[in-house]
T-cell receptor
Framework: KNQVEQSPQSLIILEGKNCTLQCNYTVSPFSNLRWYKQDTGRGPVSLTIMTFSENTKSNGRYTATLDADTKQSSLHITASQLSDSASYICVVRTGNQFYFGTGTSLTVIP | DSGVTQTPKHLITATGQRVTLRCSPRSGDLSVYWYQQSLDQGLQFLIQYYNGEERAKGNILERFSAQQFPDLHSELNLSSLELGDSALYFC????????????FGDGTRLSIL
């Protein structure tokens, strides 16, 4: 069964600290893996897209890694800011289908 | 601003009714995707159109249908509405598809009473 699981479900960190979010998937065959940031009441915003051959991709303070062998990905946020408070969603594409994780809710506190 | 426009922002209707949600993609984007986000099931892919043709179908119910017009805007039609159809419906667009980023609108919030 194609599934995408994210952990932790929620996370609270102090402003300025780093954090890492996890995404494990069983989706096959693999096309690409995407990380999105979704603010409350807004549409998701694309952070990174990685294909099978890519194992690291950065977008500013966001760095995503992919291990296609173990079917795991992580999103590392460096020097967190209050504006990073949002839900982070992992999406795996197989062919023309998309499988979404349930997201990690991140709260950054001053 | 993603450049993707969805109307209306909010829609309140009753069970059994039919509604149409509209999406204008970013200028130049040929692919349009529709997604449903509910509290209990999270985000789900419904359907993709590319340059007027259906490209992929996800968890779209038979009561739902979509189309993409020659000017590339798209409409999602929901009929025989049930309480469980209450959700946020997002449209996203990309230049073509594949490994390109999708740009999401801010959604239409549908409430079924």
């Amino acid at each position: 069964k194609n599934q995408v699981e994210q952990s932790p479900q929620s996370l609270i960190i102090l402003e300025g600290k780093n954090c890492t979010l996890q995404c494990n998937y069983t989706v096959s065959p693999f096309s690409n893996l995407r990380w999105y940031k979704q603010d409350t009441g807004r549409g998701p915003v694309s952070l990174t897209i990685m294909t099978f051959s890519e194992n690291t991709k950065s977008n500013g303070r966001y760095t995503a890694t992919l291990d296609a062998d173990t079917k795991q990905s992580s999103l590392h946020i460096t020097a967190s800011q209050l504006s990073d408070s949002a839900s982070y969603i992992c999406v795996v594409r197989t062919g023309n289908q998309f499988y979404f994780g349930t997201g990690t809710s991140l709260t950054v506190i001053p | 601003d993603s450049g993707v426009t969805q109307t209306p922002k909010h829609l309140i209707t009753a069970t059994g009714q039919r509604v149409t949600l509209r999406c204008s993609p970013r200028s130049g984007d040929l692919s349009v995707y529709w997604y449903q986000q509910s509290l209990d099931q999270g985000l789900q892919f419904l359907i993709q159109y590319y340059n007027g043709e259906e490209r992929a179908k996800g968890n779209i119910l038979e009561r739902f249908s979509a189309q993409q017009f020659p000017d590339l805007h798209s409409e999602l039609n929901l009929s025989s509405l049930e309480l469980g159809d209450s959700a946020l419906y997002f449209c996203a667009s990309s230049p073509s598809g594949g490994n390109q980023p999708q740009h999401f609108g801010d959604g239409t919030r549908l409430s079924i009473l």
